[in-house]
């Protein structure tokens, strides 16, 4: 806890600062290779596509207090009616025991295969649900999905590109956007995690979340850009950067926050319930929020100060920080050389707006009183007055 | 007891709160006391046992439907499902064009095939009209007449056209036309050849033609019992053909000529009070018919050729799935293109006729693209351990946000209580309001969105957090926090709320409850964050603890690193001035 808050401190100000922005050909060259097993998975192994895209019947019997040879006789109850099926049968959790036929099947053989299941499990006729799927479902749902998707991405860069009045912040996003769901999605094809419809509603609200934490971050972005565009001590990429540092602990706290109860309707529904509604969307939820959390800041910020360091006003932001920075650096190696609190002042990273906090524990008063930046410089426009002892 | 002027602020906006808070459950509570909403949100079939059927329209060729045409489906589909004496069910569009019906229970084979065909409205002439209840059905006479409970038609005894004075009531049963084949109560149709059918062998000249009436019809005519309802089911309606049916309240039936007005010819059907020649209202009920081009002329010939002939042949009978919804008596020949049906009507009746007129008309069948049958068993096992994940899922959010934030945790832990009183009042209203039930897709929604609540606290504690970095006293922090804190949750709530509207709009119904619930609790928080979290954080700075940044607080300026001496204004200097305060206190 100290530990990590004081890392958190570090981060806000500067005293510690990951160089996420400007080594984006790392995480680029990262995600690259996970986008690549992604489509390997994807193209290779294909989706484990569910039943409900298939078409098919399937019976759950819960309940169930005997389990030896289920798989015979739950295949003999099918055969009694609708023989020579391909039948499936899976245990689910402690009790319940699930079975999958191909075909899709009426209502009559459904009652009938119902009551046969009900009859060779001993259980009652109350115990059993079946769901039949005709075969074209499957793909009025993956329309409607695309239609989903397609009318969020249109809506989310409108909204994105009108709040942060710019619309590479909308493509940075989109293109974080893009690389979760594709990740995540190869996740599914490369573990093989069955795809429902459930699933792919899960899908559709990691957009939501992964825009989210890109949304938070960017935030920042905007504000410390904003801050060095003013005063011109900061080149984009830092000053992204230094967003990207200080809203970490914040991407930590929030994504953990957001993984938590996913990741327990994850265990009961993995541990107690089995396959359904609950375990689908809390899988993708929780594969999509972890990769957003990652592509929010490792993927989304770089990509966007890429975007932005092309601009004229950027490089001519960039020429004008990096000069400042220098001249920075010079002053401080003076103050250095001075023996004055040698090093304290060395380490202060040049250029960061914090600069002021980090070289303020340098100058004390006669006294030994630390100085509060403001009256280090005397008063304004007035040469500064060293202390009498020192004349 | 004086109130803190800092606090006057935060307090006014909690009393907002705790207003909104009492009103929803007031509300709730008035509706639930005297109106029909329950204190407990209402179940979703895949928590409380039930079928749930999704039909998809049956396009032939390039047809196409329109919002207007599912909407009549949804109208005709809940009728049929009322008509077969399931109460509960819940009928609702999803998506484009599909129908999700949602039944308590299993449902027979019969139903949900009944559920599927298409629906066709018709109007065809009246050759023979009879009373249904002396039926010489050999078994079932002396049961009780479960008469379908199609909602409208058997008051509006409608006879009467265009302007002249309403007729009341159907002409006696078996007039004229025809000798009684019901007279007789025992099956013996060959012994009443009535008199006035002419000889069977003739070819019919028109639909109103008597020569329709074969010996085989009029055995039909004679063995169908209206109060059974096998034997109303097996109505055949072939437009080509005379046929023989019961009108729907089951009270009486028909011969009927071959189908002349088709369903879709009719361009509107309105309900309204007679108006008389000085415009005023008449207090009379009258179903305004409107057709179009085809429909016009077809009614035209049709009306021109009963308005002469005898009665009951001057009534055509108005054909709803295979039951006479209603028989008026032509008063004329009418060929404008609008007529109008009076009888002693009711608004209510009146208005449920014009809309089965306006919706007969449902030219497609449907293919059944689910069944879901859950067993209560599974329900109640499903949401059971719904809720357990829920529990589970808030105490680790808890034992987290205590862990990172100390007090500020119960911070966390009010809000998050406050979000869910409001949010399981707003479920239950809607589920009385709207409808609304909780699935286990909801149930996830609602788990899911912890997280999501709890992340807008933790954007709001980082960026106070930040502040105390950058020096600020803590009530200070805790404002300018506050103002950049609250742009950030709005946009990202904001993006939320829009992923989750998509989704809800095109979501397909098994899955729709998530969307809602992650629409709804991204609003809740919005709300909780605004009239409950910050002003309680403000008045908590206000507190010694959290004012001065106690150690366990989660706002100790020392922990947060702003060691630094930070310049506050007017010679203030305020983490030197309270270290030394601290100081001298403890020597």
């Known amino acids: ?391 | 007891m004086a109130v803190n002027p800092y606090n006057r602020g935060p307090l006014r906006t909690l009393s907002v709160l705790v207003l909104l808070i009492v009103g929803l459950y007031g509300l709730l509570g008035a509706v639930s006391t005297w109106g029909t909403a329950s204190r407990t949100p209402k179940l979703g079939l895949d928590l409380s046992g039930g079928t749930e059927l999704i039909l998809t329209p049956k396009l032939v060729g390039k047809q196409a439907i329109n919002q207007g045409q599912v909407t009549k489906a949804v109208d005709i589909i809940r009728a049929r499902v009322n008509g077969s004496g399931i109460t509960e069910a819940e009928v609702s569009t999803q998506g484009v064009g599909d129908i999700v019906v949602s039944l308590p229970g299993t449902p027979d084979a019969a139903t949900v095939a009944s559920l599927q065909k298409s629906s066709q409205l018709r109007m065809r002439a009246v050759l023979v009209t009879g009373s249904a209840a002396p039926t010489p059905a050999p078994t079932s006479t002396g049961t009780p007449t479960s008469t379908p409970t199609t909602p409208a038609t058997s008051t509006p005894k409608a006879t009467g056209t265009t302007t002249t004075a309403p007729k009341s009531g159907f002409p006696p049963a078996l007039s004229a036309a025809t000798t009684a084949p019901t007279a007789t109560p025992t099956p013996a149709p060959k012994a009443t050849s009535p008199s006035a059918a002419p000889k069977p062998a003739a070819k019919p000249t028109n639909a109103s033609d008597p020569a329709w009436v074969t010996p085989q019809l009029e055995a039909e005519f004679v063995a169908l019992n209206c109060a059974n309802p096998k034997s109303v089911e097996a109505i055949v309606d072939d437009p080509a053909k005379p046929m023989v049916t019961c009108s729907s309240d089951g009270t009486e039936k028909f011969i009927l000529g071959p189908a002349e007005v088709q369903g879709d010819e009719i361009a509107n059907a309105t309900s309204d009070q007679q108006t008389t020649q000085n415009g005023s209202t008449s207090g009379v009920w009258e179903v305004v018919l409107n057709f179009n081009g085809a429909g016009t002329t077809a009614f035209c010939n049709v009306t021109s050729r009963l308005v002469s002939l005898p009665s009951p042949r001057n009534q055509f009978g108005i054909v709803l799935d295979n039951q006479v919804i209603s028989a008026p008596v032509a008063e004329g020949s009418l060929c404008a293109g609008t007529a109008s049906i009076t009888g002693n009507f009711t608004a209510t009746s009146a208005k449920a006729l014009a809309d089965q007129l306006k919706y007969g008309a449902l030219p497609m069948s449907f293919t059944l693209q689910t069944a879901d049958q859950i067993s209560p068993t599974l329900g109640s096992d499903q949401l059971s351990r719904g809720l357990l994940a829920g529990g589970v899922g808030l105490l680790l959010v808890v034992a987290y946000s205590l862990f990172q934030y100390r007090a500020l945790g119960f911070v966390t832990i009010s809000s998050l209580l406050i979000a869910a009183l409001i949010t399981y009042g707003l479920v239950t209203l809607f589920s009385w309001s709207q409808g609304f039930r909780m699935t286990m897709a909801g149930v996830t929604g609602l788990i899911v969105s912890i997280g999501i609540v709890a992340d807008s606290f933790i954007l709001y504690f980082e960026r106070v957090r930040d502040e105390v970095r950058d020096g600020r006293a803590l009530r200070a922090a805790v404002e300018t926090g506050w103002g950049r804190a609250r742009r950030t949750i709005l946009i990202s709530d904001g993006v939320n709320f829009l992923a989750a509207a998509v989704l809800y709009t095109l979501a397909a119904s098994s899955v729709r409850g998530f969307a809602f619930t992650l629409m709804l609790t991204t609003i809740v928080d919005i709300v909780v964050v605004m009239l409950f979290t910050h002003p309680l954080l403000s008045i908590l700075a206000n507190t010694k603890f959290f004012g001065q940044g106690h150690k366990w607080s989660g706002l100790d300026p020392e922990r947060l690193g702003a060691r630094n001496v930070t310049y506050a204004g007017r010679g203030r200097v305020t983490i030197a001035a309270r270290r030394a305060a601290a100081e001298g206190n403890q020597s």
Do not use: C
């Not at chain 1, 609708?82 to 036929?101: A, D, H, K, L």
């Not at chain 1, 074209?136 to 942060?164: E, P, R």
């Not at chain 1, 592509?295 to 601009?311: G, K, N, Y």
């Open chain 1, 1 to 391: 806890m100290r530990s990590f808050s004081q890392f958190g401190n570090d981060l806000y100000t500067g005293k510690r600062s990951i160089d996420i922005v400007s080594r984006q050909k790392t995480w680029y060259v990262v995600s690259l290779i996970l986008l690549v097993l992604a489509a390997a998975g994807l193209f290779g192994r294909g989706l484990n596509i569910g039943l409900e895209f298939r078409g098919g019947s399937e019976y759950q019997v819960a309940a169930v207090s005997n389990f030896t040879n289920f798989e015979a006789r739950a295949k003999a109850a099918l055969g009694t009616v609708n023989p020579g099926s391909n039948v499936v049968v899976t245990r689910i959790g402690t009790n319940t025991v699930r079975v999958q036929t191909e075909n899709f099947q009426s209502t009559t053989v459904t009652a009938k295969v119902k009551s046969a299941l009900a009859s060779q499990f001993n259980v009652g006729a109350n115990s059993v649900s079946a769901n039949t799927i005709g075969p074209s479902w499957g793909a009025s749902v993956s329309q409607q999905a695309i239609t989903a998707l397609i009318w969020f991405l249109i809506l989310v860069s409108l909204v994105l590109a009108a709040y942060f009045r710019t619309w590479k912040m909308s493509i940075a996003a989109l293109i974080a956007l893009a690389h979760d769901l594709v990740i995540t999605v190869g996740i599914y094809a490369l573990a093989g995690f069955e795809v429902t419809s459930a699933t792919v509603i899960g899908f559709l609200t990691i957009l939501g979340y992964s825009l989210y934490d890109t949304v938070v971050v960017f935030d920042k972005v905007r504000e410390n850009t904003q801050d060095a565009i003013g005063n011109g001590r900061q080149t984009f990429s830092q000053a992204a950067n230094q967003a990207v540092n200080q809203t970490l602990v914040r991407s930590i706290n929030t994504s953990v926050v957001a993984l938590l109860p996913v990741a327990s309707i994850l265990g009961i529904g993995y541990f107690l319930l089995g396959p359904g509604t609950l375990l689908d969307l809390s899988l993708a939820l929780f594969v999509g929020i972890a990769v957003g959390t990652y592509s929010s800041i490792f993927i989304a910020t770089p990509v966007l100060a890429d975007l932005r360091e092309r601009e004229p006003a950027m490089k001519e932001l960039k020429k004008r920080a990096l000069r400042y920075q220098a001249a920075q650096t010079r002053n401080a190696s003076a103050v250095a050389s001075e023996g004055d609190q040698p090093g304290q002042a060395g380490t202060a990273e040049a250029g960061n707006r914090d600069v002021v906090h980090a070289s303020s524990g340098g100058v004390t008063s006669a006294t030994g009183r630390p100085l509060h930046p403001y009256v280090q410089t005397g008063p304004r426009n007035q040469p500064k007055r060293p202390p009498k002892s020192k004349r």
